[in-house]
């Protein structure tokens, strides 16, 4: 699906498998959002290599920032 978020794409699922169904900062299984580690805004696309499983409260820590 073109322009698709990453989480409706094959990426987003693998990413999901990948990741355990986890957050990768903190190992919550709740409240998960596919987050870019490198921020679109700053260069990042939507590959999985680039896409991560962070909870709501370590991906709002995380804001746009690179890690």
Request: charged fraction near 25%.
């Amino acid at each position: 699906m073109p322009g698709a978020a990453p989480h409706r794409t094959r990426s987003g699922r693998s990413c999901g498998a990948r990741d355990q169904g986890r957050c990768v900062r903190c190992g919550a299984e709740e409240d998960l959002q596919f987050d870019h580690i490198i921020p679109v805004a700053k260069g990042g696309g939507n590959a999985m290599d680039n896409i991560q499983i962070l909870c709501a409260d370590c991906n709002r820590q995380k804001s746009d920032s690179i890690v």
